[in-house]
């Protein structure tokens, strides 16, 4: 394996997670969003899914002492924490200013004409668990 395995485990992790989420979405609501194809936040991470990819990817490869292990993991451990704890209370703010924004506007009479703030941009402590699981077993099964 070669450094070139840890980019495609990244990148088929993310593939895979992304399509899941997107499946995900239509299940529950029961229409097609292509947005939810290429979007943020949702069920499953897949930031989380393409760095744990990677850094399982990193560990077939440098192994679990290896200081290139050692990075892939504290940075992979920056983007789950920022996905469910900075990006997460941003999602939450966004809803709550949407819905305030549409109460003033019923409230006046007047239409509301602000675009509203995109609250898909976080995730659940679940939903980075979830997409960090599909990362690792996207490596392992690319790396048998």
Same mark, same amino acid.
């Given at each position: 394996?070669?450094?070139?395995?840890?980019?495609l485990?990244?990148?088929?992790?993310?593939?895979?997670?992304?399509?899941?989420?997107?499946?995900?979405y239509?299940?529950?609501?029961?229409?097609?969003?292509?947005?939810?194809?290429?979007?943020?936040?949702?069920?499953?991470?897949?930031?989380?899914a393409?760095?744990?990819?990677?850094?399982?990817?990193?560990?077939?490869?440098?192994?679990?002492?290896?200081? $290139? @292990?050692?990075i892939?993991?504290? =940075?992979?451990?920056? *983007?789950?924490?920022?996905?469910?704890? #900075?990006?997460?209370?941003?999602?939450q703010?966004?809803?709550?200013?949407?819905?305030l924004?549409?109460k003033?506007?019923?409230?006046?009479?007047?239409?509301?004409?602000?675009?509203?703030?995109? $609250? @898909?941009?976080?995730?659940?402590? =679940?939903?980075?668990? *979830?997409?960090?699981m599909?990362?690792? #077993?996207?490596?392992?099964?690319?790396?048998?």
């Amino acid at each position: 394996m070669n450094g070139s395995n840890a980019v495609l485990c990244a990148a088929v992790s993310w593939a895979v997670a992304q399509v899941l989420k997107a499946t995900l979405y239509y299940a529950t609501n029961k229409h097609f969003k292509a947005g939810r194809l290429t979007g943020s936040g949702g069920m499953p991470s897949t930031h989380s899914a393409a760095v744990t990819g990677f850094a399982t990817a990193i560990f077939f490869r440098y192994g679990l002492e290896s200081f $290139e @292990f050692s990075i892939s993991v504290f =940075l992979g451990l920056i *983007v789950m924490y920022d996905a469910c704890h #900075v990006r997460w209370a941003a999602s939450q703010h966004a809803k709550r200013l949407n819905d305030l924004e549409e109460k003033r506007a019923q409230e006046s009479g007047e239409e509301n004409t602000l675009k509203p703030l995109n $609250e @898909f941009i976080g995730h659940s402590s =679940l939903q980075v668990l *979830v997409g960090g699981m599909i990362g690792i #077993v996207v490596a392992l099964l690319l790396n048998l």
